[in-house]
């Protein structure tokens, strides 16, 4: 199992531009989410998936958004860019059974200039 | 809604000293409550968590945190430190029956274990 997986692991983008960061598990889990880490904040939730085709916003979805066309796929777009954005971004997986344990890929660090 | 307050943002410690780590939270609903640790340039790795039953909760790596409902704390600790446990530890909770596995996540307490 490779788990929960994510390209690129570095990214920069000048301010405008739109890329797309992507996330796979190969666990057949039905929850996948996104977060972002910034200093002194923690990690906040963007967006998440309780399984395929189906999405919903979290705490800052503002500036990103995702689809869920399979259950092991889970890509976060950014449309345009901002220098706010610059953060280290970890998408995570969770099973339906009652464990709760969330499984975390090793991120990517992205500069926005 | 619910929100995560970790006490300190720093920890220095000497090597074989014991170490809390404090985590405090509020919610209008049950919670379940999670420690994570992130080691540098990597993601996070479950420690311990909280779901029901004892209250006092063992982890990997010789950490314990108990779950005090009264004070809305949940506290990690640890009786000896080693240098290898200098790492960044989140505090998390998620609400009881939320389903999408959404953390509501602490500020971080970063945790630095001199020789």
């Known amino acids: 199992n490779a788990g929960v997986t994510q390209t690129p692991k570095f990214q920069v983008l000048k301010t405008g531009q739109s890329m797309t960061l992507q996330c796979a598990q190969d666990?057949?889990?039905?929850?996948m989410s996104w977060y972002r880490q910034d200093p002194g904040m923690g990690l906040r939730l963007i967006h998440y998936?309780?399984?395929?085709?189906?999405?919903d916003q979290g705490e800052v979805p503002n500036g990103y958004n995702v689809s869920r066309s399979t259950t092991e796929d889970f890509p976060l777009r950014l449309l345009s860019a901002a220098p706010s954005q610059t953060s280290v971004y970890f998408c995570?997986?969770?099973?339906?059974?009652?464990?709760?344990?969330?499984?975390f890929g090793p991120g990517t660090r992205l500069t926005v200039t | 809604a619910q929100s995560v307050t970790q006490l300190d943002s720093q920890v220095p410690v000497f090597e074989e000293a014991p170490v809390e780590l404090r985590c405090n939270y509020s919610?209008?609903?049950?919670?379940?409550l999670f420690w994570y640790v992130q080691y540098p340039n990597q993601g996070l790795q479950l420690l311990l968590k909280?779901?029901?039953?004892?209250?006092l909760v063992k982890g990997i790596n010789g950490f314990e945190a108990e779950f005090n409902k009264s004070q809305t704390s949940f506290h990690l600790r640890k009786p000896s430190v080693h240098i290898s446990d200098t790492a960044e530890y989140f505090c998390?909770?998620?609400?009881?029956?939320?389903?999408?596995?959404?953390?509501?996540f602490g500020q971080g307490t970063e945790l630095s274990v001199k020789p």
């Open positions: 995570a997986s969770r099973g339906s059974g009652g464990d709760y344990e969330q499984y």
């Open positions: 666990m057949n889990h039905e929850y």
């Open positions: 998936s309780v399984g395929a085709g189906i999405t």
């Open positions: 919610s209008s609903v049950s919670v379940y």
């Open positions: 909280y779901l029901s039953g004892s209250t």
């Open positions: 998390a909770v998620n609400r009881v029956y939320n389903q999408g596995g959404k953390l509501i």
